[in-house]
């Protein structure tokens, strides 16, 4: 079983940064897809970032440009850095690997942008 624990979040103003971090158990992290999804009240998940093992990162159109996903094998953590925050990235940001045919998610942390 592949343990995730999400961390980072918090309340930001507009135009503000955070970073999100997630920590993932497991001794082979270096070979895990890893993501960033989240969830708005009342919308779907939605895929934010992901990164493959071999560190190839992937957007949504929306962040483009704006947040950076990457990796540290030896820490066994993914992280999610956020700038330039606007309301509308308001939702509970969650972290998942992919192992194999396996798909794990953590408990979330919420991420609030607002005056």
């Known amino acids: 079983q592949v343990q995730l624990v999400e961390s980072g979040g918090g309340l930001v103003q507009p135009g503000g940064s955070l970073r999100l971090s997630c920590a993932a158990s497991?001794?082979?992290?270096?070979?895990?897809?890893m993501g960033w999804y989240r969830q708005a009240p009342g919308k779907e998940r939605e895929l934010v970032a992901t990164?493959?093992?071999?560190?190839?990162?992937n957007y949504a159109d929306s962040v483009k440009g704006r947040f950076t996903i990457s990796r540290d094998n030896a820490k066994n953590t993914v992280y999610l850095q956020m700038n330039s925050l606007k309301p509308e990235d308001t939702a509970v940001y969650y972290c998942?690997?992919?192992?194999?045919?396996?798909?794990?998610w953590g408990q979330g942390t919420q991420v609030t942008v607002s005056s």
């Open positions: 497991g001794s082979f992290f270096r070979l895990y897809g």
């Open positions: 990164i493959s093992s071999a560190g190839s990162p």
């Open positions: 998942n690997a992919q192992v194999g045919a396996r798909v794990y």
